[in-house]
């Protein structure tokens, strides 16, 4: 009964790859969040979606795009990988737009070698 | 842009009170976070103030004075399981955008 779950936990590949990343939230919440967490563990907004229409995109490479496919799922893709990619990406989710609180998922560590 | 300064590490110990300050310079202001951060976890929200004052939830309260641009997060009776990251963050514009510090580790020591 995970309230926002993501898969996978660990992200090993080569820099070059195309990789997703998938995020689910069982909450009933019409909005979703993906955040990029650096080594020097800053958290940062990366894109926010409210009932699957895009609201914040925050300067982000264009080689992350992000999905939603209906409220409930945000997912991740990022075509030809870099070092700098490197980081915990977390999804989180909140009831609306308006609502402070977010819930978070438990974070995907991607590793680019 | 938006500027967020908070300590960048704290020890205090056991059974103590510590203080974990943040200030902060942003425009179209809506509100202020404060989450907890375990090493390898996810953030957890501890609180959100949007008004002037101390708003306390058990052990943790938290200060907002907008004019001020400042608010802190005071934790009393330490527990060792509080030795965490805390992360302040700024909800602002129409769009409620979340703007992270770049967080305090905290230490408790016994």
């Known amino acids: 009964d995970t309230a926002v779950s993501q898969t996978p936990k660990y992200l090993v590949t080569q820099m070059g790859n195309d990789k997703s990343i998938k995020c689910e939230q069982n909450?009933?919440?019409?909005?979703m969040y993906w955040y990029k967490q650096d080594s020097k563990k800053f958290l940062k907004i990366m894109f926010s979606y409210n009932n699957k229409e895009l609201i914040i995109n925050e300067t982000v490479p264009n080689r992350f795009s992000p999905k939603s496919p209906d409220k409930a799922h945000l997912n991740l893709h990022i075509n030809s990988l870099e070092l700098g990619d490197s980081a915990v990406y977390f999804c989180a989710s909140s009831q609306s737009m308006a609502s402070p609180e977010q819930f978070f998922g438990p974070g995907t560590r991607l590793t680019v070698l | 842009g938006q500027n967020i300064d908070q300590p960048t590490e704290m020890t205090a110990t056991e059974g103590a009170i510590v203080q974990i300050n943040c200030t902060y310079q942003t425009s179209g202001f809506n509100g202020l976070f404060w989450y907890q951060q375990h090493a390898g976890e996810a953030p957890t929200f501890l609180s959100y103030n949007v008004l002037d004052g101390l708003e306390e939830k058990g052990r943790f309260s938290s200060f907002l004075s907008r004019s001020k641009g400042y608010s802190y997060l005071l934790l009393k009776e330490l527990q060792m399981k509080d030795s965490a990251s805390y992360l302040c963050?700024?909800?602002?514009?129409?769009?409620?955008?979340?703007?992270f510090g770049t967080g305090t580790k905290l230490q408790v020591i016994p």
């Open positions: 909450l009933g919440h019409d909005t």
């Open positions: 963050a700024v909800n602002s514009g129409g769009y409620q955008k979340v703007t």
